[in-house]
């Protein structure tokens, strides 16, 4: 399914870097373990070869990198981001999600191949800087332009497994409110709101599958239906089926609102999650994003079924959506991984940004401090764990044998300075989160600080008036987003949440 076997005939990038490269001397995180020991990492052509402590000899490298000052980590793996979003930051800012959704459909209604490329370039850019070397780009826009984004991907050199978002169910039947009920002000019946056609939107992921999937053993097609509630019970299952013929990832959103929330399930079962059960979804292949409304027995299917849930803790908090359960995810061994969403929801790119809050978020509602999220327990949501959502069977921590991804971080700033625990001060105190050095598969894209593999300064400078032209081309469909604000703030307003947004769960009392 992943995207570590390389397309039949197709021969990998070739990218100027040593075959093989010492990282010599650094604090290098055994995840497993939760230990930071001193050692070299030797990285020999795609692949570490050696993890070793000092003292102990290793073959010589084409390039030693002193690194005796620094944190080396694995590669973070951001599970679950949307790279249209790097050209719209602001667009629908300050409203919850239902409203804000309309506004972020207009910005992204028809965009070009060039506007995809050059956003998903900048995505990678702000993702690679900070440490990342994959990502999950569940990407809206037209399915005929996502070719675009694995093109921008791949120049960088980065991991990217890429969902087109897709659903083919109109805008009122989406949010749980009958069309007869919505105000004509909203304009809901407007022709730029009819769905897409199924069959097209299957058949051309089907094609960016075959064209893209697993090329440069760095490149892979995931299935995206947008979320449940938007998509037909024969999309779902189409979905689930071309999944199993093709071995195929699946990504989702699932339960992210307090107004999603408050959406009734399709007749005969009880709730969305067992709707997806019921179309035959529920496998390791998937993904779901937030599951913030999550019940118990939600959980314990998800749980069965091997799908792994992505905590976006910032978006869920910037769209006022919710605080998700992650104590509940672990308690059910649910697999969990982490994500940023896109950056207009979800900040930035930095993968450290959410480790940090998906580390305090919960505390206020756990009373037992054994039980509180770590730096290590983060750090495994932002690596190892999101490696398993991609598929990523040999990545997400730095042994032998593992593919070389891994991200060197400088500790020669002020909140490094008093020699405490490295990781910690990087998760809990640190300001600067831009990386030093970031390997992929043995090449360095980020050397000193420096994304090597594309001119930087160049993309940075086409952004602005792009965005610009593209506000202006898509006025119309603003308009449209206008029209809908109000109704769907109120929508979203009066949704019941069906819990508390966080339960408080006392210490038990030790006999």
Same mark, same amino acid.
């Given at each position: 399914m992943g995207p570590d076997t390389a397309e039949p005939g197709r021969e990998a990038n070739e990218r100027p870097s040593p075959s093989r490269v010492l990282f010599k001397g650094g604090f290098v995180a055994d995840t497993q373990a939760r230990l930071l020991v001193r050692a070299d990492v030797l990285v020999e052509d795609e692949r570490i070869v050696q993890v070793v402590g000092e003292g102990v000899s290793v073959p010589e490298a084409e390039r030693v990198l002193d690194v005796r000052d620094c944190l080396v980590l694995p590669g973070f793996v951001n599970a679950h981001t949307h790279s249209y979003a790097t050209l719209s930051r602001h667009v629908g800012n300050g409203l919850p999600l239902e409203p804000w959704m309309v506004h972020t459909w207009a910005n992204t209604n028809g965009r070009t191949a060039e506007?995809?490329?050059?956003?998903?370039?900048?995505?990678?850019?702000?993702?690679? $800087?900070?440490?990342?070397?994959?990502?999950? %780009?569940?990407?809206?826009? %037209?399915?005929?332009?996502?070719? #675009?984004?694995?093109?921008? @991907?791949?120049?960088?050199?980065?991991?990217?497994?890429?969902?087109?978002?897709?659903?083919?169910?109109?805008?009122?039947?989406?949010?749980?409110?009958? #069309?007869?009920?919505?105000?004509?002000?909203?304009?809901?019946?407007?022709?730029?709101?009819?769905?897409?056609?199924?069959?097209?939107?299957?058949?051309?992921?089907?094609?960016?599958? +075959?064209?893209?999937?697993g090329r440069n053993g760095r490149m892979a097609v995931f299935l995206g239906p947008s979320a449940p509630q938007r998509c037909s019970t024969g999309l779902l299952e189409r979905c689930a089926e071309l999944a199993e013929k093709l071995d195929m990832g699946v990504h989702t959103h699932l339960l992210e609102s307090r107004a999603q929330a408050a959406i009734p399930p399709?007749?005969?079962?009880?709730?969305?999650?067992?709707?997806? $059960?019921?179309?035959?979804?529920?496998?390791?292949?998937?993904?779901?994003?937030?599951?913030?409304?999550?019940?118990?027995?939600?959980?314990?299917?998800?749980?069965?079924?091997?799908?792994?849930?992505?905590?976006?803790?910032?978006?869920?908090?910037?769209?006022?959506?919710?605080?998700?359960?992650?104590?509940?995810? +672990?308690?059910h061994n649910v697999p969990a991984a982490l994500g940023t969403d896109g950056v207009n929801c979800g900040?930035?790119?930095?993968?450290?940004?959410?480790m940090r809050l998906a580390a305090i978020l919960h505390r206020p509602g756990q009373a037992d401090p054994a039980k509180w999220e770590s730096a290590w327990s983060v750090l495994e949501l932002a690596t190892r764990a999101g490696a398993q959502a991609l598929a990523l069977a040999d990545v997400g921590?730095?042994?032998?044998?593992? $593919?070389?991804?891994?991200?060197? @971080?400088?500790?020669?700033?002020?909140? @490094?300075?008093?020699?405490?625990?490295?990781?910690?001060?990087?998760? @809990?105190?640190?300001?600067?989160h831009r990386a030093r050095w970031v390997m992929v598969g043995g090449h360095l894209i980020v050397d000193d600080?420096?994304?090597?593999?594309? %001119?930087?300064?160049?993309?940075?400078?086409e952004a602005a008036e792009m965005h610009r032209h593209l506000l202006r081309r898509n006025d119309k469909y603003a308009e449209l987003a206008r029209a809908q604000q109000t109704f769907l703030t109120r929508v979203s307003a009066e949704a019941t949440p069906p819990r508390e947004i966080m339960a408080f769960r006392r210490q038990s009392r030790q006999p």
């Open positions: 506007e995809t490329k050059l956003s998903a370039l900048l995505t990678a850019l702000e993702a690679v $800087k900070t440490g990342t070397t994959a990502l999950l %780009d569940h990407l809206g826009g %037209d399915v005929m332009t996502t070719s #675009a984004a694995l093109e921008a @991907f791949d120049e960088l050199g980065i991991r990217a497994s890429v969902a087109p978002m897709i659903s083919d169910l109109a805008l009122p039947d989406t949010v749980g409110v009958p #069309a007869d009920q919505w105000p004509a002000a909203a304009r809901a019946n407007s022709p730029a709101f009819l769905p897409a056609n199924a069959d097209d939107l299957l058949a051309r992921t089907e094609e960016l599958h +075959r064209t893209w999937h399709p007749p005969g079962a009880r709730s969305w999650v067992d709707h997806l $059960k019921s179309v035959g979804l529920l496998s390791p292949r998937l993904s779901v994003a937030h599951g913030v409304w999550l019940d118990g027995d939600d959980i314990a299917d998800l749980a069965e079924s091997g799908v792994t849930i992505v905590h976006n803790p910032q978006s869920n908090l910037q769209l006022g959506s919710g605080i998700a359960e992650l104590e509940q995810w +672990r308690s900040g930035s790119m930095d993968m450290l940004s959410s921590t730095l042994h032998a044998g593992m $593919k070389a991804d891994l991200s060197v @971080f400088d500790l020669r700033t002020s909140a @490094f300075a008093t020699h405490e625990d490295p990781l910690a001060s990087l998760v @809990f105190s640190s300001y600067d600080g420096i994304v090597a593999t594309v %001119d930087e300064d160049a993309i940075v400078a």
